[in-house]
C-alpha cells in the first residue's frame, strides 16, 4: 500500500522558519509530481506550492519568495521550508503526490494526513 507520511508542523512566532517533510513508502515506481496544499479553518484548500519530478517548482502567489519546494527522488520526498512565517500561513498542509505505481504507467494520487502550522506570537 502506497502512503504518503508527514512531518514538521508545529508552533512558530511570526516571522520564523519551519520545514515540512512528506515521504512516501510502498511499492513506488517513481514520484511524478509533488504538492502542497494548506487549508486554514473555515477556508477552502489552497495550492502552496508544487514540484515536478524534473524539479521544476511553482508556488502560490501569496507564499512566492517565503517558501521552498524541493524533492528528494532517491528518497521519495518532498520537503517544504517556509521562511518569514505570516498568522495567516496558519493551517493544516496536506502533501498530494502523483506516483506512478508499475512501469507501465499506471499511477495513484494519493494524500498525506495533513500537518499542523500555527503562526502566533
Keep these: 500500500q502506497v ?3 508527514e512531518s514538521g508542523g508545529g508552533l512558530v ?3 520564523g522558519s519551519l520545514r515540512l517533510s512528506c515521504a ?3 511499492s513506488i515506481f517513481r514520484v511524478n509530481n509533488w ?3 494548506r487549508q486554514a479553518a473555515g477556508w477552502p484548500r489552497e495550492l502552496v506550492a508544487a514540484v515536478t519530478s524534473g524539479g521544476i517548482p511553482d ?3 501569496s507564499v512566492k519568495g517565503r517558501f521552498t519546494i524541493s524533492s528528494d527522488n532517491a528518497k521519495n520526498t518532498v520537503y517544504l521550508q ?3 512565517l505570516k498568522p495567516e500561513d496558519t493551517a493544516v498542509y496536506y502533501c498530494n503526490a502523483v506516483v506512478i505505481v508499475s512501469i507501465y504507467g ?3 494520487e494519493i ?3 495533513g500537518t499542523l502550522v500555527t503562526v502566533s506570537s
Aim: glycine share 16%; charged share 10%; no cysteine.
Design 3 to 5: 502512503q504518503l507520511v
Design 13 to 15: 512566532q511570526p516571522g
Design 24 to 26: 512516501a513508502s510502498g
Design 35 to 37: 504538492r502542497w496544499y
Design 59 to 61: 508556488y502560490g502567489d
Design 82 to 84: 517556509m521562511n518569514s
Design 106 to 108: 499506471e499511477y495513484l
Design 111 to 113: 494524500w498525506g494526513q
